[in-house]
């Protein structure tokens, strides 16, 4: 299991712990305040930076070792996310009371277009998202947050996943669980960090295996995965996927091409 299990997990997956869902949570003044300036003071501020990141990493190949740690240490404390299949969503958003679609600010931030792939859950009548200020989309606050049930958002995501997009579960102020994303590279500031080799967010707590078996070395998969973690090997003559386990982020995506069905998930062993 990845730190956050062991600090906030009570011996579960971190983000199966109802705590970090808790009212208690919420009730937090320090936690109220950076939801409500959450857009402007993390998303806005943090377009900014990975652009400036960008472009100091196409010149020098590598970004200086104090500045990661610090990026990585400062997201781990208020906005940090992990890497979750669909397995996970249908559990997670079948339990809540109430699920929200909202704007993507990752999007809106650079593209100032909406895409709603964003999905907020609450396990109580008292819902964090009310803090949010969607002012920030131009959007009045009660035309910015979309109820949905339960079914309708894990549908939803079903097909953002068929599509191409990650599923990445975020924290806002760590252990609180806020926002469950659906992302494409380029367009998701978490991703595009890992691009600049900044990790803001954790390796799912599964990770794709291949049964060499079933495999037919079509390459499918090796074109549909974001993070570059499956190859081709030869074995005795025939070409077979190969997974790396250091590089798999554990999305689960490559299942979605494989006609063949060789591909699964299985725990990862950190």
Sequence with gaps: MCEFCTEHG????????????????????ARRQYINDFFTTTIEAGAATIGRLETLYGKKKKLPPRLVNGMVAQAKKEHFGQVVTIEDIRELVGKAA?????????????????????????YSPEAWYKDLNM???????DQGLES????????????????????TIWT????????????????????????????????????????EDTCTGCGVCEDACHFDAITSVDRSG?????????????????RNVCASEALSMVTRHY
């Design 98 to 122: 109430t699920v929200v679609r909202l704007p993507c600010a990752c999007r809106w931030a650079s593209l100032k277009k909406e895409n709603r792939c964003c999905y907020s859950v609450s």
């Design 172 to 211: 806002m102020i760590t252990p609180f669980i806020g926002a469950i994303c659906n992302c494409q590279p380029g367009d998701c500031l978490g991703l595009r960090t890992l691009a600049v080799e900044v990790e803001t967010m954790f390796r799912g707590e599964q990770v794709a295996w291949v049964d």
């Design 148 to 167: 949905l049930t339960p079914d309708e958002a894990i549908g939803q995501m079903e097909k953002l996943g068929q599509d191409g997009a990650v599923h």
């Design 238 to 254: 025939e070409h077979k996927a190969h997974i790396h386990p250091v590089a798999c982020f554990g999305c689960g995506l490559c």
């Design 10 to 29: 009570d011996g579960k997956v971190w983000f199966k712990n109802a705590d970090n869902y808790g009212r208690d949570l919420i009730s937090d003044l």
């Design 135 to 141: 002012a920030y989309f131009g959007l009045a606050q």
